[in-house]
Every structure is written in structure tokens, then in C-alpha cells.
């Protein structure tokens, strides 16, 4: 099963890195002339020193030709791996390129629940670090399994061409080699386990602790906390260091296993050499062969460790990129009048919890309606089905009598106007995250606009007034929020949503705030979320929600007169409490 | 740098003995071609197995004394850099702990965490790396060439020259490639904070149709660090090649050099397989050297910046014992008080002057910014003031030693955070020693007795890292009773009951008027119902007190009290009330 997923993982890479299969061809021929250059020419500085065979006895016309012969093949090898280097690097970032360039396209035509179900972190770093990996690891991972093979293979005909029985010997060594380096690495494995535990430990405590460090402050819990940091600290300690000095012994214990085969091929080639079967030169070419014979195996097994990675880190990428995407009306949808019928819907956003039903409602251009409900009661849901953020299950949704489902999504999202809780500034200046709906706007429109949302009286004190940079951090929750009322105000389209637009504006800028948007949403459909019913007491239609089913609605006159859920939620913000 | 140095002590011993083992070991591996070269001259010259035999047995005999020295090394090492990494880290933990907020502000948590974290692992790494290596491989290189120099010294001279060379070109290339990585790193991180913004605004994106465009912003960000990418590439691709060029031109020099020699008689033919097997190890260690330069580049990059946070001093000075003259009046004093937090323009509170009697409620209202949580932040001197003085006790808080004002002082922060582990270790924050009736009883005054009744485990419910298994209302309720179970002697509630419905927040109030030892509290808030009946209420606008007073005297003076109050109690607004006496 986890093979198959493995194998159709691999085979959605290898499509993706089809478009450069000419580089890869290339690559792959380069490689392979770059070992093979690189493997032959201790052979040939072998042939070298059996030319200078004592005092008086040197040919040096021999020699000359084998250096130059040499010189030749060092140059050509440098060139093909140099080239091979390049084309590598090619494939890699523009593999990576191109999967993150998919998956920005994917972010941006997925259905939102997709984007909902999973942390921004989670994507972030499927787009950003999964990518490296996937391309690091597998193009470099495919290089150097091809390359290591081919060295393995052509050391072994080299070194058969000078000795069969030393070459034998030392194929029959190999494992011993490697068992000694499994033996260690298991052992080492645990202590790596429990070093990596106690360092998840540690950073949650750090996390926790200096992440809320003024809370810490305020408690006076330093020092306790230093003790609780302290334990672990030295838990740490223990198990890293074993874990350092175990993982330290694999090189220098193969490394001695080397060279024990070392001596014994010497010893082996020594007599060889007397009974005749062996040359000096050779020798020293088996000698060299010997020692780097075990470095393609180590290479590899770390490859295929690296492979496996990459290919974890290839399907989580996958699940974004092939994620289906949205599909869209054809017709457009022209300026709306302002016309909301919702026709029996039904949604949830997990099937066995049902959240809206058969819901209808007919809503008059110019239609003020508010939403309101205790936290969590879905109010944001009805917000996702309007814009269309999600899909109704059942039932329709029309906008002056077209189905919202006909038309394209641009052309119905252009007829709302929506400020969100949640606000959102992109990095940029304060005129890029205002004229977002209104690209080419002028400054007096702007400034109007951010005068009529009191944005204007903090935007005038930042340092370069409208051409200030701005990121997620330099503004106030409040200040953000009048920053995208702001936005709204500049491009006024026929219809607004309103989901706790104010929440984190004082009450007293709210009022004012308040009178922009009466005038705004004169004549303008619009709907408001809210949690201060001070601010739908005007609305012509209040829709009460409670776990997600609308319970009760009407005007306010209507609902204080009900005295039902309605009444009883204005009365907890508005009791006098003595 | 310099100063990170003294965290080594205690493991003197090792960091001087591992790289002398590693040493010792590399000197064991330079025997080994002499041997060989002595096997092929003597041995194989003249045919006397024996000599051939006990020289096999010398070479396994050198591997052993190789890797028992190896081994030695190693563990040297790495007690040495954990015990290294372990110290810094627990020193750079509590100086971070002792930073004021000042300070914290300034460099922010996320940058401590990395530096806690990742930065002290790197430095671990480059200092291990470097203990075993940075001897050794110099060593060996150097060995190499001196050992060739015994056998031939026209031949050695080969080396003399390519080792510096080789050494100019790797280290060229790698200074060359690390500022243009740092670049291409900052590409890197530009389309990280793109993509992420691209999610966090996905819903507004899309609401104003601006896919496209954020595409297209996204492709031209990448398209840039794609050809950063391959820029560098293309000059680290270099590496390889050029030093395998270098090194094997170096190597036929060394063949010619030395077949001219031998033709000479000056050395024999196994001296030529010596030294090229000198040339072949030698190769080998200046490959990890310029390996081991990068490494410890970047765990010197990163003990840099762990010694930077160690020398942020903090700026709050403690006494270490308070200041007599306590007159016990429990009274809460600000003195013309100013304060500018590091690095702003202008002053966040300014001149403020009031005073609060034991017992008393004193509510602060205003609107965002207007310098709320400034003011109370500098009762428990999470803040110096910057001109004027706070005084508790007739004491003022600078005078203070460190802890006894915290005593007294509990602190409900605005953002209600909660600490991994069960309710009863959460409620003992602020008293080690709380017992279980005394839990109870705070949770009750803040309304959360309900809330943890109704968990599994009750005190023993196990609340997950940041509180997620709770919700926002309960989270506050649960902060608030923390504050209470040391019953301070002064509570501050920083906006502490906005996620409470009104009947809570009234109950709230009204259980910590009852609790009857005499408690002052500070209560900020954005809503009027929450501090009308505060003994006297603070107005703030942009950091200045512009009204005092208690709720009715605040209604007859203040004109901006009277409209936030409106603004919350449209009904009351006096010609609505009219209009609705009208209508009745």
C-alpha cells in the first residue's frame, strides 16, 4: 500500500520534471563521463610510476605521453562536471519554481474550505520548505544514486583489471564495513530519539515561557520557570551528548575497518607483486581504488534516506497542487441592483453536523440585515455563502433573480463590499492596501475616503502619510480595521457586508465610524455581523442565530416584543447592573 | 564572541584534549604511506616476506592506535560542546528572564525563541566541528607536505606551492558565494511572507478580485530568487571542478618532478607512490577543511547573535532591599507621571496625577491608544516612568526590591494566556503553596468556579499549550482567578472582562468588592458599564488625563466621558430620552 503511494507519488516528480528531460539526459550523460574520467585517471597516474622504475631506468617519453594523456582527461572531466553542476542547479530551481508558481495558483483557485482546514504554517511550509526539499533531495538524491552506481561499478573493472583475487577480497569485505556502521547508527538512532524528544520539550517550554515572557514578569515565575528550564536543560545535556559522541563513531570505526583492508590488500598486493601477477604501479592503483571504494556506499544509503524525505515532502505538496479547483459560472453579472433571494439552503461544513437548513429568505434592494448570536453561532457562514466562498449543499442563491452559481465569481464578489473581522494589510504602503479595490484612484479620493472612516487622522501622523510601508505589525488592531473600512469607502459597490467591522474600535470612534456607514449603506443591500447589538439596532431585518439555525427574526421592535433569545441577549449587554 | 568563550569552563580539560587526540590521530594516519613506501622499497626489493609481514602488522597496529585516539576525541568533543551549548543555554534563558519589557518590546519574543533554539544548536555544531577538526585538518595538510618534504625536498616543493593556491581559490569562491546566499536567502524570504500573506488575506483577496494580481507579484518575486538561485549556482558549481583541475595538475607536476628525481637517483620508486599517496590525503583534508570553514562560519554567525542578547542589558535596575518608611497607607500615587516607551516620538501618557486609597475601585477609560495599559503597566513597574514617580505604600516602586512588588500586585493582562499543565498548576502562578480552598475561592469571585466544574479532572484538567482547549471566555475568567489566588493586595484587570458577557462582568465586579481585605483595583475598559461605578474614574485622550472624577461628576464635566457613555447608552442620550417620553 505505502509502496504504491510511493510509486505514484514518483511518478506524478517524474511529470513534473518531464519538461526538462533534455537537461536531465544531459546531466545524466555528464555525470556519468565525470566518474568515469575521474576513476580512470589514478589508473593512468598508475601507468605513471611504473615508468620511473629506479635510477637511470626512467622513460621519461612514456611518461610524457601518459602526463599529457592525463592532463587532457583532468580538463575534460573538470569541464563535464562543471556542466553537469549547472544543468543540475537548472533543473532544481526551476523545478522549484515551477511547483511553487502551480501552487500560488492553487492557493488562489481552491475552494476556501481547503485553505480553512489547514494552518497557514502547514501550507506555507508545504510551498516553501517541502519544495526545497523535494527538489534538493530528489534531483540531487537521482544524481548521486546514478553517479554512485556508475563509480561502484567502474571501480570494481578497474581494480578486477589489476587483481581478480584482491578485487574479490575486498568485495567480500564490504558488508563488515557496513555492518559496523548499521551497528553503531542503531544504537545512536535511540539516543537521537530521545535527544530530538527533549528538545521539542524545551522549545515548548521556551515557546511558552519567553513567548510570554511579560506574563512571566508579572507573575514573578522566573526563577521557576528557570528551574523547570534548567531540569530539562540538563536531560538535554545527557542525551546529546550520547547521542553526539555514538553518531561520531561511525567514521572512525569504518574508517578503521578501511584500514585494516588497506593493510591486507598491501599485504596481499606485496606478494603478488613478488609472485610476479602485479606491478608497483598497479598496487598503488588498487591501494587508492580501496580507499574510496566504500564512499559511493556510504553516499548511497544517505541518498536513499534523502529520497524517501523528498518523496514525503513531494506528496504533501501534491495534495495542494492537485487539489481540485473551483469551477465558475460563465455569464457575468452587471452591476446589481441589489436584489438577495435565498431559496431554501441548506449547508454544513462537515456532513454529520448540520449548520444551516432549508433556509429562505427574500431580501428588497436597499435592505439593511444583521446577524447576530452569540460566538460560534455561524453568523460568518451566511458571510461564506453570499460571496461565495463556499457552495450552498442545497438550494439556491439568487442576486437580482440570477443564480449566483450561473455567473462568474468576479463579477458577483465586484458587487460586495466586505470588511472583516480578521483584518488583512499586505506588505506595501498604506495607498497599496487602501486603493485594493480602486487601483487608480487619486490621492483626493483616497484621502476623502480615509477622512469619511476617521482613518485619516492616524494615517496624516504616520512618518510618510499615504506612502508609508506597512506590514501585519505596525498598525493597531483598531487602526487596521479603519484601514480596510477605508478601503471599502473608496470603491462603494452596490451591496456590503459588514462581519464585525468595528470590533476592535473604541466605541466612541464607532459612532462616528457609524455615521459614515449610515450614509454609505443608504440604498446599498447590506448585511452586518455583529456582537454590540448597539450597532443593528437600525437594521430593517435582524436575523437571531443559534448554533447555526436562524431562531428568530424580524426588526428590533418586532424581537424585544417576542421576548424570546433576542430579548434576552440585549438585556445581558444593556442591564443595568448595580 | 569573545565572551561566549567563558561558558567553556568546567570542560578545559576536554576542549584542549580532543583536538590534541585528533592530532595524534592524524599523525598515526600520515605513518601509513611511509609504510607502504618502505614495503615496496625494502620488502618487495628484496623479497623478505617477513619485512613485508610485521610492516602489514605495523599498519593495523597504526589503524587501532588511530581509532582508540579517535574515539578519545570524540567523546572530548562532544562532552565538551553539549556541556558548552547546555551552560549558554540555561545563562541566555534567565538573562532573557531578566530583560524588562522594555526590552522584550525592542527585540521581540520570536527572535529569542530563535536564538534559544536553533542559533545555540548551530554554535553547538560549528564548536564540535571545530574541536575536531580544525586542528586535525590543517595538521594533516601541513603533516603531508613536511613528511614530503623528509623524502624529497625538489618534489615537496610541488606542495608548498599548491596548497596555498588550492587554498585561495576554495576560500575566493566561498566568500564570494556567501553574501550573494545571504541575498538570495532575503529572495527566499520574500516569497515566504508572500505566500503567507496570500493565505492570511485569501478571503479579502478574493472579495476584491485581485487573484491575478497577486500572482503576478508572486511570479516576479520567484522569477528573482530562481535567478539568484541559479546565479550562485553557477559559481559554486565551480568548486568541484576547478580544485579536481588544480589538484591533479599539481599531481603530474609532482609525478615529473619526481620521475626526474629518481632518474637522478635521488629518491626511489616507492617514494613516488609515498608521495603521491602524501598528495592524495592531503586532498582529501583540505576538501573537509573548506567544509569545516563553512560550518564554523556559520556557528560563529550564530554564537554572534546569541552574544548579542547576552549583552542587551536590561534597563530596569532593582534594589535589593526595599526602601524603608513604608507608611502601610495601601495608597496608589502617580505624580506627574510621563513615559515614553524606547524608540517612540511622543509621550504615550503624559503628566498624569491622581491618587488611590486602600480599597478603592479606580476604573481608566478612553479610547484605543489613548494610554490605558501604559498606565497601569507602570504600577507594577513593568515600565519605568520617564519623568514624575509612582508610589505604593508612600514607597516609590523604583525602591522597590525585586519580587515585593509583585507580592503585591496581581495582574490580569489583556491577552488572556494560560500555561501547558492543569488548572491547579496555572491557579499556583502567583502562590506556590495555594491550597486547594483557596483555588476555589478565587475561582468563584471570577466566575469560573462553573468553568472548571464543568471540566473532567476539575483542578486536574490538563490545559493545552495556549489554552486551545478552552475558550476566550473562559481563558479570562481562568486569568482572573490566577491573579486573585494570592489575594493581592492591589488587582489590576487590563481590559481583563471584555470577552464576558455584562451579568458576568456586574457579578465579577461585585464578588471582588466583597472579597473584603481591603483590595484596590484598577479596571481598564473600553466600556462605561464596566467602570461607571468606580470610586473614581480616569479619563484618557492621547495620553493625557482629561477628566477625573466619579461617574456623575464625570457627566456634568467631562464632554468626551459623556460621549463615550452615549455612545454605549444611545437610550439614555437626553433627546432620545425625550423622543421616548414623547412616544409613551
Redesign the interface.
Known sequence: MKGKTNSDTLRKVLKVISSYHIFLILSIIFAAVSVIL?LY?PLL?GD??D????????D?AA?GVV?SK??TL??I???A??IM??LN??I???V??DI??R???Q???VP?GF?DQHS?GD??SR??ADADQLSDGLLLGFNQLFSGIIMIIVTLIFMFSKSVAITLFVVIMTPVSFIVAKFIAQRSFSMFKLQSETRGE???L?????????????????D???ER??EI??R??KY??NA??YS??V???T??VN??I???V??AG??S??GGSLT?GG??VL??YA?QYMKPFNDISAVITELQNALACAARLFELIEKERENDGNAELDEAAGEVDIENVSFSYVKEKKLIEDFSLKIKPGTRVAIVGP?GCGKTTMINLL?R?YDVDKGDIKVDEESIYEVS??SL??N?G?V?Q?T?I??GTVRDNIN??KPDATDEEIIKAAKEAHSWEFIKRLPKKLDTVLNEDSL????KQLL?IT?VMLCLPPMLILDEATS????????LIQEAFDKMMKGRTSFIVAHRL?TIRNADIILVMKDGHIIEQGNHEELMAKNGFYTNLYN????R?? | MKKLVKYLKGYEKETILAPLFKML?AFFDLL?PLV?AD??DV??TS?N?QY??IR?FL??A???L??AS??TA??Y???S???F??KL??VT??H??????TE?DTLG??T??TR??SDINQT?NGL?MAL?LLLRSPFIVFGSMVMAFTIDFKSALVFAVSIPVLGVVVYGIILICIPLYKKAQSR?DA?????????????????????ED??AD??EK??A??KM??FV??IS??M???T??LI??A??IL??T???Q????AI???D??AL??YM?QMIIELVKLANLIVTINKGVACAERVSAILDVKSSMEYKNASAAGSDGSGVVRFDNVSFKYAGAGENAISSIDFEALKGQTIGII????SGKSTLVNLI?R?YDATEGTVSIDGIDVKDYAK?EL??KIG?V?QKA?L??GTIRENMR??K?DATDEEIWQALETAQAKEVVLGKSGKLDFVIE??GKNL??GQRQRLTIA?ALVKRPEILILDDSASAL???T??ALR?AIAGMGNGITTFIVS??T?SIM?SDNIIVLEDGEMIGKGTHSELMESSQ?YR??YY????EERPENKKTEEAMA
Open positions: 575521474q585517471i597516474f605513471a610510476i615508468n620511473i622504475i629506479a635510477e637511470g631506468k626512467v621519461f611518461l602526463l592525463i592532463l583532468v580538463v572531466t573538470s569541464i562536471t562543471w553542476n549547472m542547479n537548472t532544481t530551481y526551476r522549484v519554481r511553487r508558481s501552487a500560488i495558483r492557493i488562489q483557485g476556501l485553505i497557514v501550507i506555507v510551498v516553501i524545551q522549545t515548548a521556551i515557546d511558552e515561557m519567553i513567548g510570554n515572557a511579560k506574563v512571566v514578569k508579572a507573575f514573578g515565575y522566573e521557576d520557570s528557570s528550564f534548567n536543560n540538563l538535554l545535556q546529546s551528548q553526539v559522541f561520531s563513531l567514521n572512525p570505526s574508517r578503521f584500514s585494516v588497506y593493510a591486507i598491501t599485504l606485496a606478494f607483486i613478488l608497483v598496487l598503488s591501494l587508492n580507499n460566538t460571496m466562498f465569481r468576479h464578489r465586484r460586495y466586505m472583516l480578521d488583512w499586505k506588505n485594493v479595490g493597531s488592531q483598531g487602526q480596510c478601503r476592535s474600535i473604541d466605541t466612541r470612534t464607532e459612532l448597539s445581558s449587554q444593556f442591564a447592573v448595580s | 590521530e601509513v607502504v614495503i615496496i620488502g618487495i623479497g616476506m613485508i609481514l602489514v599498519m593495523i597504526l589503524a587501532a588511530g581509532l579517535s574515539i570524540q567523546f568533543a562532544a562532552k560542546s553539549v556541556g551549548a547546555t543555554r540555561q534563558f534567565d532573557i528572564q531578566s530583560l524588562s519589557y522584550i519574543t520570536s529569542l525563541v534559544l533554539t553547538q564540535n575536531r527566499l516569497v515566504t511572507e508572500l505566500t503567507r500573506e496570500n493565505l492570511t488575506g485569501v478571503r479579502v483577496i478574493r472579495a476584491f478580485c485581485k487573484e497577486e500572482i508572486f511570479d520567484n522569477t530568487l530562481t538561485n541559479e549556482g553557477s558549481a565551480l568541484n571542478p576547478l579536481f583541475l591533479n595538475i599531481t603530474i609525478i615529473k619526481g620521475a626526474l629518481v632518474n637522478l637517483g626511489q620508486q616507492g613516488v607512490v603521491y599517496n592524495a478612553g479610547g484605543t491608544g507594577s513593568f519580587g509583585i507580592e495582574v493582562p494566556v500555561f501547558k502562578w502567583g506556590e499549550q495556549g475558550s476566550g490566577r458577557d455584562f451579568a462582568d456586574a461585585k473600553q466600556r458599564s461605578h468626551t460621549e463615550i455612545s454605549q447608552f444611545p
